[in-house]
């Protein structure tokens, strides 16, 4: 239960000040038994960043929840979040069966939802087991994070996307394939990304699955874009996601190596879909997620926006 880690950050002051953020920026505040108001960040998007409203609406769905764990989460985003207002969270307590509970959570800003999600939690336990292999790519020791861009790449980026590119973050990124964000070359749709938060973390289930449900909006989509050499410097892209999907299948810490591997098996109708597993260094998958987003190539003269707005698109 969310609440747990909640009142276990009193060593906050120690941790990074940045993961810090993020952590309080999920907590939440509740104002009645069922709904909760979130704050935002901005940190480069064109709008609220959708990871940080995934995390935040798996939060209030864990606030109604005792003794159990979530085990998987569908959400549409249905307009763009506005990083200067609150967000309020609805949940619905849907059912709570003797094994499974299943929330509601609708997003709110400006009297109109910008998210629905629902998630199903479950009690711990056995049965089983099988999963797909790790593939087989470098360790992230000697990998370069995402922010070592070069100076002379950055400088031809836009300066919102610039900020999202390169400023520091909670979490550490190593890809694995280096991506020239220029002049990219077309290549398979796929991608992977070593993933660590910056400092250590209680050892609270709740807090990692919230922190792995925000990184799980990182770098996703993109991978639908591969195999068309599309330069996000140019302007004349607009990447919008419109759902996203989330399992988690075992255990993990999300303070420590996560390797994100990414496919895109088909992008059409202005449509990107991709599909992503999470997998610990000695192979274990414990996570898997899947999104589809709008895609669309425009003449840079009349893209006013680096996103299309959720209810425009």
């Given at each position: 239960?969310?609440?747990?880690?909640?009142?276990?950050?009193?060593?906050?002051?120690?941790?990074?000040?940045?993961?810090?953020?993020?952590?309080?920026?999920?907590?939440?505040?509740?104002?009645?038994?069922?709904?909760?108001?979130?704050?935002?960040?901005?940190?480069?998007?064109?709008?609220?960043?959708?990871?940080?409203?995934?995390?935040?609406?798996?939060?209030?769905?864990?606030?109604?929840?005792?003794?159990?764990?979530?085990?998987?989460?569908?959400?549409?985003?249905?307009?763009?979040?506005?990083?200067?207002?609150?967000?309020?969270?609805?949940?619905?307590?849907?059912?709570?069966?003797?094994?499974?509970?299943?929330?509601?959570?609708?997003?709110?800003?400006?009297?109109?939802?910008?998210?629905?999600?629902?998630?199903?939690?479950?009690?711990?336990?056995?049965?089983?087991?099988?999963?797909?292999?790790?593939?087989?790519?470098?360790?992230?020791?000697?990998?370069?994070?995402?922010?070592?861009?070069?100076?002379?790449?950055?400088?031809?980026?836009?300066?919102?996307?610039?900020?999202?590119?390169?400023?520091?973050?909670?979490?550490?990124?190593?890809?694995?394939?280096?991506?020239?964000?220029?002049?990219?070359?077309?290549?398979?749709?796929?991608?992977?990304?070593?993933?660590?938060?910056?400092?250590?973390?209680?050892?609270?289930?709740?807090?990692?699955?919230?922190?792995?449900?925000?990184?799980?909006?990182?770098?996703l989509l993109a991978t639908s874009t591969l195999p068309h050499g599309l330069s996000f410097t140019r302007g004349n892209v607009i990447m919008a996601s419109l759902d996203h999907a989330?399992?988690?299948?075992?255990?993990?810490?999300?303070?420590?190596?996560?390797?994100?591997?990414?496919?895109?098996?088909?992008?059409?109708?202005?449509?990107?879909?991709?599909?992503?597993?999470?997998?610990?260094?000695?192979?274990?998958?414990?996570?898997?997620?899947?999104?589809?987003?709008?895609?669309?190539?425009?003449?840079?003269?009349?893209?006013?926006?680096?996103?299309?707005?959720?209810?425009?698109?």
């Open positions: 239960m969310v609440v747990a880690w909640t009142t276990r950050l009193s060593n906050a002051a120690k941790m990074h000040p940045i993961l810090a953020d993020l952590i309080q920026l999920l907590k939440l505040e509740r104002i009645e038994d069922n709904i909760f108001r979130g704050a935002s960040r901005d940190i480069g998007s064109p709008q609220v960043f959708g990871g940080q409203v995934l995390g935040q609406a798996l939060s209030a769905a864990q606030h109604t929840v005792e003794n159990r764990v979530a085990h998987s989460l569908h959400a549409y985003f249905l307009r763009r979040g506005d990083i200067e207002a609150p967000i309020i969270y609805e949940v619905d307590r849907a059912r709570d069966g003797g094994s499974f509970s299943n929330r509601r959570v609708v997003a709110i800003q400006h009297g109109r939802p910008i998210l629905n999600l629902a998630a199903s939690f479950q009690n711990p336990e056995t049965g089983l087991e099988h999963q797909v292999a790790m593939p087989d790519v470098p360790a992230p020791d000697g990998l370069r994070d995402l922010t070592h861009l070069a100076a002379d790449v950055l400088d031809k980026i836009p300066v919102k996307m610039r900020r999202f590119m390169a400023d520091e973050r909670p979490f550490e990124f190593r890809p694995v394939e280096q991506t020239e964000l220029d002049s990219p070359t077309r290549g398979e749709p796929a991608k992977h990304v070593w993933i660590r938060a910056l400092d250590t973390l209680p050892d609270n289930v709740a807090l990692h699955q919230n922190l792995l449900a925000y990184v799980s909006d990182f770098e989330l399992w988690f299948h075992r255990g993990f810490r999300i303070d420590e190596w996560l390797l994100y591997s990414m496919e895109s098996p088909n992008a059409g109708g202005a449509r990107g879909y991709a599909r992503g597993h999470f997998f610990t260094t000695d192979g274990r998958l414990v996570a898997t997620t899947s999104q589809e987003g709008l895609v669309r190539v425009v003449d840079p003269s009349r893209a006013r926006r680096r996103s299309a707005p959720r209810d425009q698109a």
